[in-house]
């Protein structure tokens, strides 16, 4: 069965520059997270989902960092007014309701920011 | 302030042998830890969790061992394949959280031939 993928796989954009990423969830998923991976570091998790509700978002690093999932299945990550800091991959990853279901993860897009 | 830690950043084991992976965490409301495994340019897959009221789970040739008095955790992989060669990533549920899963820097993983 088809997995979580998230596009575009690869980012590059001029400093100012807003940046729209996009995740597919497993279908079926309630739960949906973002992370963001920098390099050389484990990922650090930005927001939760469950269905179209954000329950979480105490992981977002600044109010240019927006995330939505509207009808509770593709959600989109946005970052406005990019910054050299926000270069990174970031992972999305879905999950069934419980708390202890398995997360699955996309490949991630790597963004880097000039 | 890294509340999981994976102290080596890389490993290299000579294939049929076990390979360790080591994490430690500080926070004691920690009551559920997963290993992740991660090859390049892909997500991170689940491998294998255990929850705080064991202290062993294994899972063919990967076992994890917790110890919460030292609040340390480890992944055994025995015999290790070259397949086995990756990233792994230790990673840590806080109690009560709203499922945010709290992450190791990782481990590089190398099986020598």
């Known amino acids: 069965g088809a997995g979580v993928s998230q596009s575009p796989r690869y980012k590059v954009a001029k400093r100012g520059q807003d940046v729209a990423l996009r995740c597919d969830p497993i279908?079926?998923?309630?739960?949906l997270f973002w992370y963001q991976q920098a390099l050389g570091q484990g990922p650090e998790f930005l927001t939760y989902?469950?269905?179209?509700?954000?329950?979480?978002k105490s992981g977002l690093p600044s109010d240019r960092f927006f995330a939505e999932r509207p009808e509770g299945s593709v959600s989109t990550l946005k970052i406005q007014r990019t910054q050299q800091e926000d270069s990174a991959v970031y992972l999305c990853?879905?999950?069934?309701?419980?708390?202890?279901?398995?997360?699955?993860f996309g490949p991630g897009t790597r963004l880097l920011v000039l | 302030d890294q509340q999981v830690k994976q102290n080596s950043p890389s490993l290299s084991v000579q294939e049929g042998r076990i390979s360790i992976l080591n994490c430690d965490y500080t926070?004691?409301?920690?009551?559920?830890f997963l290993w992740y495994k991660k090859y390049p340019a892909e997500g991170p897959t689940f491998l294998i969790s255990?929850?705080?009221i064991k202290d062993k789970n294994e899972d063919g040739r990967f076992t994890v061992f917790l110890n919460k008095s030292a609040k340390h955790l480890s992944l055994h992989i025995v015999p290790s394949q070259p397949g086995d060669s990756a990233v792994y990533f230790c990673?840590?549920?806080?109690?009560?959280?709203?499922?945010?899963?709290?992450w190791g820097a990782g481990t590089k993983l190398i099986i020598k031939p």
């Open positions: 990673a840590a549920n806080v109690m009560d959280s709203n499922y945010q899963l709290i």
């Open positions: 926070n004691s409301m920690f009551d559920y």
């Open positions: 255990i929850s705080s």
């Open positions: 279908s079926g998923h309630v739960s």
């Open positions: 989902f469950q269905n179209e509700a954000q329950l979480d």
């Open positions: 990853a879905s999950s069934g309701k419980g708390r202890r279901e398995t997360q699955y």
